[in-house]
């Protein structure tokens, strides 16, 4: 197949796929390692570490209010505040230290692509809010990054 006809017939992406081939496993693109501390981490570890947070910014809220199953609009209540204390909980953790509670429970470590030592709250709080509106979280390119990742210039490693 001649070289102009292989850019749009082989598919969107085509045309950006490095010489040698496409990439044997996500993060090779940018270095990082396959497996182990440094390597990207998978989409399953990822939403497990998002759903501990959930879970603890939902026993934290509990702690100021009580949730009554029985009022569906104390329940409204109840979860709008429980996402406002997950949205903190997760900008200032990552803002400050690269992670959640979550995150250091499982191993994960969020680092700004720059490579500044911190990713600090321009990055984490833009980095958050789309993660709530889930879309961006969920559609992920070839190196494991979400649309939140790349419009923040982040991404979530394994540091064990």
């Given at each position: 197949?001649?070289?102009?006809?292989?850019?749009?017939?082989?598919?969107?992406?085509?045309?950006?796929?490095?010489?040698?081939?496409?990439?044997?496993?996500?993060?090779?693109?940018?270095?990082?390692?396959?497996?182990?501390?440094?390597?990207?981490?998978?989409?399953?570890?990822?939403?497990?570490?998002?759903?501990i947070d959930l879970v603890l910014a939902s026993l934290v809220t509990s702690l100021f209010?009580?949730?009554?199953?029985?009022?569906?609009?104390?329940?409204?209540?109840?979860?709008?505040?429980?996402?406002?204390?997950?949205?903190?909980?997760?900008?200032?953790?990552?803002?400050?230290?690269?992670?959640?509670?979550?995150?250091?429970?499982?191993?994960?470590?969020?680092?700004?692509?720059?490579?500044?030592?911190?990713?600090?709250p321009f990055r984490a709080i833009p980095r958050t809010v789309l993660i709530a509106l889930v879309?961006?979280?969920?559609?992920?390119?070839?190196?494991?990054?979400?649309?939140?990742?790349?419009?923040?210039?982040?991404?979530?490693?394994?540091?064990?």
């Open positions: 197949m001649s070289r102009w006809t292989g850019t749009w017939l082989s598919g969107p992406g085509a045309a950006a796929e490095p010489s040698d081939g496409p990439a044997r496993y996500r993060g090779e693109r940018l270095g990082a390692p396959e497996r182990g501390p440094g390597s990207v981490a998978s989409n399953g570890i990822r939403l497990g570490a998002l759903v209010l009580r949730p009554d199953y029985n009022d569906p609009a104390g329940m409204w209540r109840f979860n709008y505040l429980a996402g406002l204390v997950w949205l903190v909980i997760t900008a200032v953790g990552v803002s400050l230290g690269g992670f959640t509670p979550a995150k250091a429970l499982l191993g994960l470590r969020v680092v700004a692509m720059d490579g500044k030592p911190v990713v600090g879309i961006p979280a969920v559609i992920t390119d070839r190196d494991g990054r979400g649309l939140h990742d790349r419009a923040t210039g982040t991404i979530e490693l394994r540091t064990r």
